[in-house]
T-cell receptor, first 112, second 113 residues
Framework: ETGVTQSPTHLIKTRGQQVTLRCSSQ?????VSWYQQALGQGPQFIFQ???????GRGNFPPRFSGLQFPNYSSELNVNALELDDSALYLC???????????FGPGTRLTVT | GQQLNQSPQSMFIQEGEDVSMNCTSS?????WLWYKQDPGEGPVLLIA?????ELTSNGRLTAQFGITRKDSFLNISASIPSDVGIYFC?????????????FGSGTQLTVLP
């Protein structure tokens, strides 16, 4: 069974740029959730995707957007990067309707 | 913002000791989950709790879902060095069909030899 994978592991961007992060869900899982984890804090829910559509969203502005593909993999896109967007971005996969979510190793984004 | 109060924020214990941490919320949750995160890694699921009052064990770990559905605790017995890490509680509501997790701020556990 393949776990959740994310790419890249690290990324450095400049304020105002755009970034795309990628996630492959655990085999058999059809739902992907994205979380932002600032240093020293717990993860915060950004949004969830199921059947290639956004299925729920946390308190994040529209410049955070996502996609889910037919193979259940997903992308997180962030436009007009701000310094406060520097964080660890975590992807979690699950079965639709299941309570347990399984996390990938994350992508560390640094905005300068 | 986050709605869960997790305590303590950090703990230093001797190897072999038991440790307890807890989470409280102003909101009712349907499910409580406990995760452990090592540096540079994503959170790893330790225990999931589905019913108020439920007590569940996973090896040396025991967790309980509070009767009011607003709290949960995690106990680790006979701690060992590999227990070092950050422990997070997470509560889950069902918002439509989405299952979003709300996390606490974490308990940093250090185990001294």
């Amino acid at each position: 069974e393949t776990g959740v994978t994310q790419s890249p592991t690290h990324l450095i961007k400049t304020r105002g740029q755009q970034v795309t992060l990628r996630c492959s869900s655990q085999s058999g899982h059809n739902t992907v959730s994205w979380y932002q984890q600032a240093l020293g804090q717990g993860p915060q829910f950004i949004f969830q995707y199921y059947r290639e559509e956004e299925n729920g969203r946390g308190n994040f502005p529209p410049r955070f957007s996502g996609l889910q593909f037919p193979n259940y993999s997903s992308e997180l896109n962030v436009n007009a990067l701000e310094l406060d967007d520097s964080a660890l971005y975590l992807c979690a996969s699950s079965f639709q309707g299941a309570y347990e979510q399984y996390f990938g190793p994350g992508t560390r984004l640094t905005v300068t | 913002g986050q709605q869960l109060n997790q305590s303590p924020q950090s703990m230093f214990i001797q190897e072999g000791e038991d440790v307890s941490m807890n989470c409280t919320s102003s909101s009712i949750f349907n499910t409580w989950l406990w995760y452990k995160q090592d540096p540079g890694e994503g959170p790893v699921l330790l225990i999931a709790l589905y019913k108020a009052g439920e007590l569940t064990s996973n090896g040396r770990l025991t967790a309980q879902f509070g009767i009011t559905r607003k709290d949960s605790f995690l106990n680790i017995s006979a701690s060992i060095p590999s227990d070092v890490g950050i422990y997070f509680c997470a509560g889950q509501l069902s918002t439509g069909s989405a299952r979003q997790l709300t996390f606490g701020s974490g308990t940093q556990l250090t185990v001294l030899p």
